[in-house]
């Protein structure tokens, strides 16, 4: 079981983006402005050092370099890979250091949104860097914007609006009665186990759609 | 035992146990303001279900669903009829909230309307409308919790005392656990109040008539008409069922405390699968008519519908049973009570104090005000509910056409980037303007339909073209979270 879920995660790894398309998104990064700025362009920190200033488990650290479209290494022993895990980016971005083909993966328990807050404060890095979960860096705006449901969904949830709403002269009345309820009360006493139907179908279509897109964009985590 | 004092045994030992429950679940955790707001957003389904379960079942469904059955008849339809809907409109809405209120760290309605439109006169008049329309529903809650003690005692409690006692009760358990605790009461609360409904709903037609299928002759005999809309009223026709059931289900969530309900939700998936199962919780809500119905046969004549439910039960069943009645009531309002103090307290700390008038505290402060203010809305309902109880059920229908008004504001803002501040604020006032001046004038319903409905149309008309007037490109959710001023966070983690 862990093990698939970690050579999942390793492929999806693989299909990252371009380095330089990556480079253009973190301009925007959500804590680029808590990022101290430092006027030592070219070195690289010693990242291993820095990650060993964690103390907090909800963090640990992947060190690797290389290309980044690359499979990173297996996280340290004893740390498992679980769903709530993702990497984040943490590339250098100032003009003269954009040659470096450093990208390190940290792994950091969806969770916890404190750690956003801590983060780069904690990173003492020494060059000028950018730390973004690498779900979101596909994205070039990044504001939120809200996912529009699909069309099948909505249709689906319209049945119990059509049913139990619009259409209540149809159905409003004492006979036939059935199990010895009144038209009308075993109408709308039926649409209370019928919408549950209509809106799992609509569940399905949703998380459906949602995998289909997580696959077309090289895995989002 | 005097049956009085059984009953009272057995309510004060429910209300006992649920405030133990209640200050016990938040008791090992370090509370800051997003812990005590929205439960540092870690609940599941199960407890997110019974969450916002709880926040469902009130007095007013508690009470006012075999009321209305009672005095009204086939109209109160429309409870079962808007409460699966607004699932079905929350499937759509909740999840995309959720993401939002995980990246920008909401914790109100307020912030919402602050990150999506940058304006802090929009926000704060948002938490002004949320309070306003959620103090009678405090009000209501708190009147509610008198009638079914007192009923319940055999009139040995009188309603002063235990609304006083219960409420200081529900204060102190929101002021030291916040949402946990009243999570954790909600799940107490639903487990007897679920088995009580069961039983009473399926027990009383078969004591009387022999069953459901010959109850309903015996009130089509007595009444006919009562079971078609609409009903024993003159003006609840097709229309105003269409017009009410729509605008319930949009306004359902727009309550602010529903609303703040799905922060706390652990993910949008939570959500999803919650709005899809949701609309069974509501089984239970016929058999409450099946009581109200039944008392109509049994007990024709009743001053106040509403009492119906218990009277029944008083009839019928002996006075243990009344007591668990009357405990697991006392908890129905005890609950929902616990999450409007909390919500409508961190609106007016954190979004209309803070940003108009002290921008400079720090979240501790606000915090500490927000449970300085748990304290006086406590004491505030609790004035107007022993010195004033007249006009509330009118006031609670216009909260509930009020808290509409916030629908086109989060839908559109959501999902259409088009959307401007301006458009927002212009419908907003216009639809809270037009159904306070329908409902208070008493044109309510008006042609037929209910005047909330009228006034959310017009709120949606005026949004759409204002916006349309207004739009220059720039627009949408902030970009992050730091270049919005009214909500940064500061605390002390945060770097300099």
């Not at chain 1, 963090?59 to 290309?67: A, E, I, L, N, S």
């Not at chain 1, 340290?76 to 450093?102: K, M, N, Y």
């Not at chain 2, 405030?19 to 609940?43: A, N, P, T």
Request: hydrophobic fraction near 50%; proline fraction near 6%.
């Amino acid at each position: 079981m862990l093990e698939s879920v970690r050579r999942k995660r390793h492929q999806v790894c693989r299909k990252k983006p371009q380095h330089s398309r990556v480079r253009g998104a973190f301009g925007v990064g959500i804590l680029s402005a808590a990022v101290p700025s430092c006027s030592l362009p070219l070195a690289v920190p010693s990242l291993q050092a820095l990650y060993s200033s964690f103390q907090s488990s909800d963090v640990f650290p992947v060190t690797w370099r290389g290309d980044p479209r690359h499979t990173p290494p297996e996280p340290p022993a004893g740390r498992e890979v679980t769903d709530h895990c993702f990497p984040i980016l943490l590339v250098p971005t100032s003009p003269v250091t954009a040659s470096i083909r450093q990208v390190d993966y940290l792994r950091v328990r969806r969770q916890s949104p404190s750690v956003w807050s801590y983060l780069p404060s904690r990173l003492n890095c020494p060059a000028k860097c950018c730390y973004t979960p690498a779900h979101m860096e596909h994205r070039d705006d990044q504001r939120f914007c809200a996912k529009r449901p699909s069309l099948g969904s909505i249709l689906l949830g319209l049945i119990p609006f059509t049913a139990a709403c619009f259409s209540v002269s149809l159905w409003d009345r004492v006979h036939p009665m059935v199990l010895g309820l009144p038209f009308n009360f075993f109408w709308l006493i039926s649409w209370l186990l019928l919408t549950p139907l209509c809106m799992w179908g609509a569940y399905w279509l949703e998380t459906r759609r949602a995998s289909k897109s997580h696959r077309k964009e090289g895995g989002t985590l | 035992m005097s049956p009085s004092a059984v009953a009272l045994t057995l309510i004060s030992a429910i209300v006992a146990a649920g405030s133990f429950v209640g200050f016990l679940g938040g008791s090992h955790r370090k509370m800051d303001l997003e812990q005590w707001i929205v439960g540092g957003r870690g609940f599941g389904m199960l407890l997110v279900w019974l969450l916002m379960a709880g926040e469902i079942y009130t007095t007013f469904t508690f009470l006012g669903a075999s009321g209305w059955a009672y005095s009204k008849g086939a109209p109160v339809l429309y409870i079962i009829g808007y409460t699966s809907l607004a699932y079905v409109v929350s499937f759509y809405i909740l999840p995309e909230l959720w993401e939002a209120g995980g990246r920008y760290r909401l914790q109100t309605q307020g912030d919402f309307f602050q990150v999506r439109y940058n304006s802090k006169y929009l926000t704060a008049f948002v938490a002004l409308v949320g309070m306003i329309c959620i103090i009678p529903y405090l009000q209501l809650q708190i009147t509610g919790l008198g009638i079914i003690v007192e009923v319940a005692s055999f009139g040995a409690i009188h309603r002063t005392p235990a609304m006083v006692i219960s409420f200081a009760i529900v204060a102190g358990f929101v002021f030291t656990s916040g949402i946990r605790g009243v999570a954790w009461v909600s799940v107490l609360k639903d487990v007897v109040l679920f088995f009580a409904a069961v039983f009473v709903g399926v027990a009383v037609p078969y004591i009387y008539f022999g069953g459901i299928g010959p109850m309903f002759v015996a009130v089509g005999r007595a009444k006919p008409g009562h079971l078609v809309m609409p009903g024993a009223t003159t003006n609840l026709g097709h229309a105003w069922y269409i017009s009410t059931v729509l605008l319930c289900a949009f306004g359902f969530y727009m309550w602010p405390q529903f609303f703040g309900a799905s922060f706390t939700a652990k993910s949008g998936d939570t959500l999803r699968r919650n709005a899809v199962v949701m609309p069974l919780y509501i089984i239970t809500m016929p058999l409450m008519f099946f009581v109200g119905l039944a008392a109509l046969v049994v007990l024709p004549g009743l001053a106040n519908g509403d009492l119906s439910m218990l009277m029944m039960v008083r009839k019928t069943f002996p006075p243990w049973f009344l007591g668990v009645i009357g405990g697991a009531g006392a908890l129905t309002a005890m609950v929902p009570a616990a999450i409007l103090i909390l919500t409508a307290a961190s609106l007016f700390a954190k979004n209309l104090c803070r940003p108009i008038l002290a921008p400079s505290m720090t979240d501790q402060q606000v915090g500490k005000l927000a449970k300085i203010t748990v304290v006086a809305i406590t004491c505030a309902a609790l004035g107007s509910a022993i010195f004033n109880s007249t006009t509330l059920v009118s006031l609670l229908l216009v909260g509930y056409a009020g808290v509409a008004q916030f629908f086109p504001g989060v839908v559109l803002g959501l999902y259409s980037k088009r959307t401007t501040m301006s458009g927002v604020f212009a419908g907003m006032v216009t639809g809270v303007l037009i159904a306070v001046l329908l409902m208070l004038s008493k044109h309510d319903p008006i042609m037929g339909l209910n005047a909330g409905f009228i006034a959310l149309c017009f709120n949606f008309a005026v949004t759409g073209l204002v916006s349309l007037l207004t739009y220059t490109g720039e627009n949408g959710f902030a970009p992050d979270l730091t270049s919005s001023p009214a909500l940064r966070s500061r605390d002390n983690r945060e770097p300099t």
